[in-house]
Nanobody
Framework: VQLQASGGGLVQAGGSLRLSCAASGRTFSMYRMGWFRQAPEKEREFVAA????????AYADSVQGRFAISRDNAKNKMYLQMNSLKREDTAVYYC???????????????????WGQGTQVTVSS
């Protein structure tokens, strides 16, 4: 399984970015997906997750109402639309997926087995 995150960059506070995660190596539509982030000197934290079908989503309180997770199973891609960005959103963002197919949404990083390389998001004031 390979995951490739992209779309990060430098943006001013209040701006928007759209992250993408391209998956390969297995049937994408069977697996839950998630986004996590890690800021310097901080623990990796949950951002958003989406079910295998895309019908269920979950968000961290800190991004609820500003970020939107989605997926396109035909393209083997997952997205994270980030709006109203704040300085505290600055981090490396990772996409991840569990080893097992189907199942409910997972918000704990310990429930994910495969991780992308990360993409840097920097929000300036």
């Amino acid at each position: 399984v390979q995951l490739q995150a992209s779309g990060g960059g430098l943006v001013q506070a209040g701006g928007s970015l759209r992250l993408s995660c391209a998956a390969s190596g297995r049937t994408f539509s069977m697996y839950r997906m998630g986004w996590f982030r890690q800021a310097p000197e901080k623990e990796r934290e949950f951002v958003a997750a989406i079910s295998w079908s895309g019908g269920e989503t979950a968000y961290a309180d800190s991004v609820q109402g500003r970020f939107a997770i989605s997926r396109d199973n035909a393209k083997n891609k997952m997205y994270l639309q980030m709006n109203s960005l704040k300085r505290e959103d600055t981090a490396v963002y990772y996409c991840a997926t569990p080893r097992l197919a189907y199942g409910g949404i997972v918000t704990d990083s310990r429930g994910y087995d495969y991780w992308g390389q990360g993409t840097q998001v920097t929000v300036s004031s």
